[in-house]
């Protein structure tokens, strides 16, 4: 009878598993959809101001681009740190399933 229990919980806990695990696939493939429509936008936006610099005086065009460079180095930066950050997650995880089989 306990081996039953047992065989039966340890099916609900790879049901559990199996159904976050498709969970996490789903929701990447959603922040991949989302990453890749602020690219778009980024790029259509950066092509909008490339556009307007034409029409400001020289001192306010070179200010904008100066803001508009330091932004996007910003930017890197962040996306950097962030692919760093979901990477130790990604080993952290693979870890943490290793160590459950």
Known sequence: MQQTQACSYKQVEFEEIDC???RLIT???RLSTSEE??????????AFI???LHYLS???ATAAQNIWQQDDHQQT???QHDHQHTEQQNEKSQGDQHNEY
Do not use: K, T, W, Y
């Open 20 to 22: 976050l695990r498709q």
């Open 50 to 52: 490339g556009a307007v």
């Open 77 to 79: 930066q962040q996306q």
């Open 58 to 60: 020289p001192p306010v």
């Open 37 to 46: 429509q602020i690219r778009q936008m980024n790029s259509r936006f950066q």
């Open 27 to 29: 929701s990447e493939d």
